[in-house]
């Protein structure tokens, strides 16, 4: 069944009510799953309502949780996320985070006792669409072991970032799993019972595997382990930015998102805010429009950012084919 976004999200937003979630907690996640799935980011999509659903109902997550600032100081905030789901917490670290760099030129804003938090770099169009530059880094329950270890001690730990550019033209918007493949893939192929890539993951023992439900059991790959220890290293630069930094939970003290019961992941997410105009100016702009020309003399190159672009336009037009049975389930 093809569905508008708009209806699409009001299912969801029922669905996550029905669960345990406030009014404005569901319309928040609604709002960020349908944009994930419209942009063809199916694992951070509505693939996960019915995992949210369950965390909900089981208390690892608290619907009725409302976020607020912790701490301020300076150009840096604190949100507590209260151990709902991360979407309305991380809504308002980044509204407070525009405010403070409008008048300090830059803010780092924290958010603590917090969940997944959906596609990173969706929460950073806001930060672009006020003209600013975002970067944002989460950590999430371990999966990759880090460098030269075996058991999982780092998340997939995503980094993201947002840079405006002028004339009403799309950000560029990058989004990156420091895994070989995002976690939320391989949870889509088992649950289609697909196979995987080599070279994705490896099975409990430690060996590698293609099998989807064995690699959920076992550790995802760092990027470029093959060659380099690079893809581990920059995991534990965001493992620590998105937790001793802040005051969150580090990967290995919260339980999967892919089980149902298990503790309150108290996860963190960090996103910086820099308004252009403190450093170079207006003259950013231009700079940036030198950058992307360059880059464009490559024929055939896609920006970063431009397919999820296209994606959501074609979505918001047309709306998005949804399994039936999808549906059936949200109504259980």
Known sequence: MKLPLADLEARVATALERAGASAAMAASTARALVLAEAQGQAGHGLSRVAQYAIHLRNGRAVGHAVPRVLRR???????????????????????????????????????????????????????????????????????????????????????????????????????????????????????????????????????????????????MLPVGAATSNKGAMLALVVELLATALIGANYGFEASSFFVDDGNRPGIGQTFIVIDPRALAGESYFARVEVLVAEMLTDEGLRLPGARREALRRKAEAEGIEVADALLAQWQA
């Open 73 to 219: 100081q300076g150009a840096t905030l604190v949100v507590d996320a209260d151990e709902g789901l991360a979407f309305p917490a991380c809504d308002l670290a980044i509204a407070e985070a525009i405010a403070t760099a409008r008048h300090q030129g830059l803010a780092l804003a924290g958010v603590v006792r917090s969940h997944h938090c959906g596609v990173l770099v969706d929460h950073l169009r806001a930060v672009a669409a006020a003209g600013m530059v975002g970067l944002g880094f989460t950590n999430s329950p371990s999966a990759m072991p880090a460098a030269g270890g075996r058991h999982p001690v780092f998340g997939t730990n995503p980094i993201a970032a947002a840079f405006p550019r002028g004339d009403g033209a799309d950000p560029l918007l990058i989004d990156l799993s420091l895994s070989e493949a995002a976690r939320g893939k391989v949870m889509v192929a088992a649950k289609a019972g697909k196979p995987i890539p080599e070279g994705w993951a490896l099975d409990e023992s430690g060996q590698p595997t293609t099998d989807a439900a064995a690699a959920l059991k076992g550790s």
